[in-house]
């Protein structure tokens, strides 16, 4: 017989004993290891999931920072400079406002300067030149000169204008006083007869002056006049000749170009008449 | 001829004999639990490791892995019977190389104690996990007339993994023993590396049937009666 039952049942025993001696000894202590060490692991892994998580965050916040911390600086320095940019144009502007200015008030008062300069100078050379006139016209005057002037005088009566003869005439026939013939000299009787007749002949070829015998005239010595004859009616018209008129004339005129010459842009005035009609 | 290591007898005293099966046994015993207790006396719970406690983690972690295959689904709790029992079986495989060793499970009488070992552990397990009228009710599955075939198929299966067992580590030892009479130099040795991996089949096969019949055993539980043992073992 193969099967020893006693045998069979000490194996079974033995394998008994050996199971329990197994599992104490061998099963439960490995899978103990080993739980522990997948525990390990897993809390290990856990712990660098955790720390990886919070390194993210961190390094998300980081990044974040910096890149607020870049745009605040992009933005100041943009800023900066844009103000800068700003007060340098203005600090330019005043400067050349300032020398603007400065340059202008200079030619202002460069311009003022020479123009008063050139003003005293004309003036004066005005005034010289007819200082020496006058002086050399009254040098020059004398009798011969007188009769010349009255010669002209009486000519110019005669060649007077159609419009100025009627004025004349009707202020010589509405006169109550005589007309005033003012001389720079005494006149000669021959010349005031000789202006007398003139005045006559003139005015007697007027229809209006025929009525009369003659025309009343009163004479008078002025020196102002320098060298000249002048008819001046009680109601204010006038017919001169003479020098000084000339003068007058000549002066008022160069006046008015200085002036001119000054304000270019100013209208130029309308010559006066030296002689009211 | 000698058919089985139990007709080595040391000692005897009436019913009581001190065999080689028995004797052999012992020594497979106190090699199994002095390499464990040696290995796991210095276990290490850190990354590093020792080489002989990688070579037990793979084992364990190995056999562990080969019991949920089958269908287990608590591995833990049937890995101290089905795990001791590759184990044995494998070692008793293993030692074979070594002269003068007289693999206990060439005897009939272990295979007949590991079978019977099996036949009481599925319905241990089975009871466990169903309780006992469930596992009863196992038995008239699917109708009552499948009752004695069902008990039949039960012996029938622990005589066949005995048989099985006993059969092809007796015939290895028996054809070596042939084979040196006939041709004594290389093809002994041929013939024991085949005889090694002979064994580890049939310590595969062995342990793999006992977990496919606990498994079976377990498998038909209803919901309702999830009552699971859940000490690590």
Not at chain 1, 20 to 39: S, V
């Amino acid at each position: 017989m193969l099967i020893d039952w006693f045998t069979v049942g000490a194996q079974v025993l033995n394998f008994l004993i050996l199971v329990w001696l197994m599992k104490r000894f061998l099963y439960q202590p490995i899978l103990h290891a080993i739980d522990e060490r997948e525990k390990r692991i897993a809390a290990e892994l856990g712990d660098a999931d955790t720390k990886r998580a919070q390194a993210e965050n961190e390094r998300n916040e980081f990044q974040k920072k910096n890149a607020a911390f870049e745009k605040q600086r992009a933005e100041l320095l943009n800023q900066a400079t844009l103000d800068a940019k700003i007060e340098g144009q203005r600090l330019l502007d005043e400067a050349r406002k300032a020398a603007d200015s400065l340059s202008a008030k200079r030619q202002e008062s460069l311009r003022n300067e020479g123009h008063h300069l050139n003003q005293t100078l004309r003036r004066r050379t005005q005034q010289e030149v007819f200082a020496i006139a006058r002086q050399t016209l009254s040098d020059l005057a004398n009798t011969s000169l007188e009769d010349r002037l009255c010669e002209v005088f009486i000519r110019r009566l005669s060649e007077m204008d159609a419009k100025t003869k009627p004025v004349l005439a009707e202020a010589f026939k509405t006169a109550i006083e005589p007309a005033l013939v003012r001389s720079a000299f005494e006149l000669s009787a021959d010349q005031r007869s000789l202006i007398q007749n003139a005045l006559n002949e003139t005015f007697s070829a007027d229809p209006a002056a025929q009525l009369r015998t003659g025309i009343q005239i009163r004479f008078e010595t002025a020196p102002e006049l320098i060298s000249g004859i002048e008819l001046a009616t009680v109601t204010g018209q006038k017919l001169a000749w003479s020098i000084a008129d000339y003068l007058l004339s000549l002066e008022k005129s160069l006046d008015e170009l200085l002036k001119d010459q000054d304000k270019p842009l100013a209208k130029v005035m309308p010559e006066l008449e030296v002689n009211s009609p | 001829m000698r058919l089985s290591p139990d007709q080595i007898i040391y000692w005897q005293h009436g019913f009581v004999t001190l065999n080689a099966t028995i004797v052999f046994t012992w020594g497979l015993m106190l090699v199994l639990v002095i390499g464990s207790k040696l290995i796991t006396l210095k276990l290490s719970t850190d990354l590093q490791r020792s080489r002989w406690q990688n070579f037990l983690e793979i084992i364990v972690t190995g056999i562990e892995k080969q019991i949920e295959e089958v269908g287990l689904k608590e591995p833990r709790t049937y890995l101290g019977f089905l795990g001791t029992l590759f184990l044995f079986i494998a070692m008793a495989s293993l030692c074979t190389v070594i002269p003068g060793f007289e693999p206990p499970t060439g005897s009939l009488s272990t295979t007949v104690a590991l079978a019977l070992c099996v036949l009481v552990a599925v319905p241990f397990f089975g009871i466990l996990n169903q309780g006992l009228g469930g596992y009863l009710k196992s038995y008239v599955q699917p109708t009552f007339i499948m009752l004695p075939f069902n008990i039949i198929s039960e012996i029938s299966r622990t005589l066949a993994l005995a048989v099985r067992l006993f059969g092809n580590m007796m015939s290895g030892s028996m054809i070596i023993g042939i084979l040196l009479s006939i041709t004594p130099f290389i093809f002994p040795i041929v013939m024991t590396l085949l005889g090694l991996l002979t064994g580890m089949v049939q310590a595969y096969i062995f342990s793999i049937l006992a977990a496919v019949y606990i498994a079976a055993a377990t498998r038909t539980r209803k919901p309702s009666h999830k009552t699971l043992n859940n000490n690590p073992t």
